[in-house]
């Protein structure tokens, strides 16, 4: 009678003596590399802690975030207006900057040199002439 | 505070129960894979490809759902590997100078007819090479369900879940297997 959930027959116990002897007589290679493949996938699940520090640490920052713009809202009018010229004066430099025509001469510096030098030419040759 | 600390038990007690489950079973699915694989270095990539996906989606299952979860992967595992080898043994067998030299290089490539070789027998002794010699031959379902119940201690209800089939399947598979392993070891043992 073959098992099936009860008495295991005799040809069942000597098949699975033998396979626990086999197991009993892995390598100590084996077994280290076994234990190691182990201890990689139970630090899988000691990692979940990461994940779960994620989830208490992201509110509290999102918090504070709106806590720092509240309070930059909220600063008194008379510390805006005295910060209001530097924003004005360097408003107008970047304006400077951003003018087309200011970076075409500079990108055309060589030539307005060769003008220059050429201008000088020409008063000197006048000159004496 | 006290609930952050508890969920850290929580997944330290996860963690302390999945590895005294792994390394109660971890040597004897080593022995399982490398019957149905015929090589250390497959089988032990089954392994760990089974215990790191165990840890990974299943690590909060109740603990009584492993054995036939973890056993369940390990064989899906067994069979993808198997099917990568016919594909290749298939592949080889079109370029046939090629393929000779690699069936003499690779023992898996007719592992089911092949003697165990003398390491095994060094290692499991003779009774045990010719065990496993002649599960190899069995058909993959047989030998499933024979190292499942008796290697592994399963009752049919786990042996059922980790084979992904009905019981009755599992009980019919098992007792073919045994009726063909006492018919060929009879005389052995």
Redesign the interface.
Known sequence: MVNDGNDPTGFERRSKAVFEASVDGLSGDIRSRLARARHRAVAEVRSTRAPMARRFWMPAAGLGAAALAAILFALPMSHRERALPAPVASAEDMAMLLNSEDLDMIENMDFYSWMDSEAAMEVSGDVRS | MQR?SG??ES??D??HE??RF??GV???A??FARIALRN?DDA?DA??DA??R???HY?GRPVEQWPPLFHRILQNRIRDVQRRHQVRNRFFAWLPAVGDDDERADPRASAAAEIPDAVDQL???E??AL??QHLAQLPPRQQQAFML???EGL??AQTASAMGCSEGSV?TH??RA??T??GK?GDA?
């Open positions: 952050r969920a850290k997944v330290l996860q963690a999945l590895e792994l390394a971890e040597r004897r080593f022995r250390d032990l392994v760990q215990m790191l165990l840890a990974r690590a290692m499991a002794g009774a045990m065990l496993e119940r008796n290697f009752d049919v009980k098992y007792s045994v009726h392993l006492r070891l043992w």
